[in-house]
């Protein structure tokens, strides 16, 4: 690469029409001619990306309370991010999932992985009547694996990863913003998956 030096301009950055992009490296300026980004829209790709705006979705559901926001910014002090990037940190990593349909009083099987500290990581589920139930096996999970749920009512069933840490002062679990990801990308079609079951 040719080296390149200017008296007029100590620091340029950015692209020159779609030709030559400036920036500058360890404290040196450069050029190179300008190559269109790679965006080869595969399945894999298009899941992952629909995981995350998903994730995005969820967290502007629950940060609208701003003791909620202060308790996941809280949290993640720790690892030097605002709550917002942890969130959707621990939710990419995380995913579940479950049958498309069940029957009541007929066991199904919830199928997860989890993205962060285990000891934190519990599975919830909203029922038909909106109420959530932690469903998290007295033994806790590992790292990825199934649990067994027997739903009892008809109806729609959604099952959550939730980092049962979050709480708000004077809380208890479960609560709604514990719950980070109800998604597992499918990377046939292209699309993140929602873990709910039709119950009849």
Not at 102 to 131: C, Q, W
Request: net charge positive; glycine share 8%; aromatic share 12%.
């Amino acid at each position: 690469m040719a080296k390149w030096f200017s008296v007029l301009f100590s620091d340029v950055r950015k692209k020159l029409g779609d030709q030559v992009v400036f920036s500058n490296w360890k404290g040196r300026g450069y050029m190179r001619t300008w190559v269109k980004p790679a965006n080869p829209r595969t399945n894999k790709q298009q899941a992952n990306r629909d995981h995350t705006k998903k994730l995005v979705g969820r967290w502007q559901e629950i940060s609208g309370d701003a003791d909620v926001k202060a308790a996941w910014n809280n949290r993640a002090l720790d690892y030097g991010i605002s709550g917002y990037n942890l969130f959707v940190k621990f939710g990419r990593k995380s995913s579940i999932s479950c049958p498309a349909t069940g029957t009541a009083n007929s066991a199904i099987s919830i199928d997860y992985a989890v993205g962060f500290l285990v000891g934190e990581a519990g599975v919830y589920v909203v029922k038909p009547d909106g109420s959530i139930e932690d469903i998290t096996p007295a033994e806790g999970l590992s790292s990825s694996g199934s649990i067994s749920y027997t739903p009892t009512d008809t109806g729609d069933y959604y099952f959550f990863i939730a980092l049962k840490t979050i709480l708000k002062t004077g809380d208890t679990s479960p609560q709604a913003y514990q719950m980070v990801n109800k998604w597992k990308p499918d990377y046939t079609q292209g699309i993140a998956v929602e873990a709910k079951c039709t119950v009849s």
